[in-house]
């Protein structure tokens, strides 16, 4: 079985601050990962993945994450954020030979201006 | 238009109502999927289908039936809702293989059970 952990709920930020939203995983299998996001009212997009080569990703709007295979993370990074970021943010799984992705709870990004 | 289009988007319903929602696509996509998100739970997997012969259950299936009718279409029907049914429903699509987690949802449908 496969899980993921978004430890922070909620992440308040000020506008131009970096911020960088967490995310660990457990599988018994090699994993792909993800990150999606949610802006109001609207359905998830992709914001990045990670499938193999650089650990290194860089994603749409400036995000970043690093698959840290040591640690079993995926955290989310933006050096200065923007009011239009306030969303949330999902972090999801997909194991290799498997059939299902399996999302975290969710981090909901509060940009302040 | 949209790729993946769900109807109805909001829909209030009163408890033992038979609902359905549904989802139609355009990517040419095998896989669709039906999710429900509820706040602080994230996304969890009702169904999810790989052909139109192929309907697997995920985790959150019981109250829940589907069909797919065709490879662009996949509904999703509450036979008797119950109020802890009242959610936020996705449908997503997906390629198969290696990026077969690269989900493309619809905007979702907002179900409320009286």
């Known amino acids: 079985a496969q899980s993921v952990t978004q430890l922070d709920s909620q992440v308040p930020v000020f506008e131009e601050a970096p911020v960088e939203l967490r995310c660990n995983y457990s599988?018994?299998?090699?994993?792909?990962l993800f990150w999606y996001v949610q802006y109001p009212n609207q359905g998830l997009q992709l914001l990045l993945k990670?499938?193999?080569?650089?650990?290194l990703v860089k994603g749409i709007n400036g995000f970043e994450a690093e698959f840290n295979k040591s640690q079993t993370s995926f955290h989310l990074r933006k050096p200065s954020v923007h009011i239009s970021d306030t969303a949330e943010y999902f972090c999801?799984?997909?194991?290799?030979?498997?059939?299902?992705?399996?999302f975290g709870t969710g981090t909901k990004l509060q940009v302040i201006p | 238009d949209a790729d993946v289009t769900q109807t109805p988007r909001n829909r209030i319903t009163k408890t033992g109502k038979r609902i359905m929602l549904e989802c139609s696509q355009t990517?040419?996509?095998?896989?669709m999927y039906w999710y429900r998100q509820d706040p602080g739970l994230g996304l969890r997997l009702i169904y999810y289908?790989?052909?139109?012969?192929?309907?697997n259950k995920g985790e959150i299936s019981d109250g829940y039936s589907v069909s797919r009718q065709a490879q662009a279409k996949f509904s999703l029907s509450l036979e008797s809702a119950i109020p802890n049914q009242t959610a936020l429903y996705f449908c997503?699509?997906?390629?198969?293989?290696?990026?077969?987690?690269?989900?493309?949802f619809g905007e979702g449908s907002r179900l409320t059970v009286l």
């Open positions: 997503a699509t997906s390629e198969a293989g290696e990026v077969a987690g690269e989900l493309f």
């Open positions: 599988s018994s299998v090699s994993v792909y």
């Open positions: 990670y499938l193999s080569g650089s650990t």
């Open positions: 999801a799984v997909y194991p290799r030979g498997y059939q299902k992705v399996t």
């Open positions: 990517k040419g996509h095998d896989r």
């Open positions: 289908s790989f052909d139109v012969k192929d309907i």
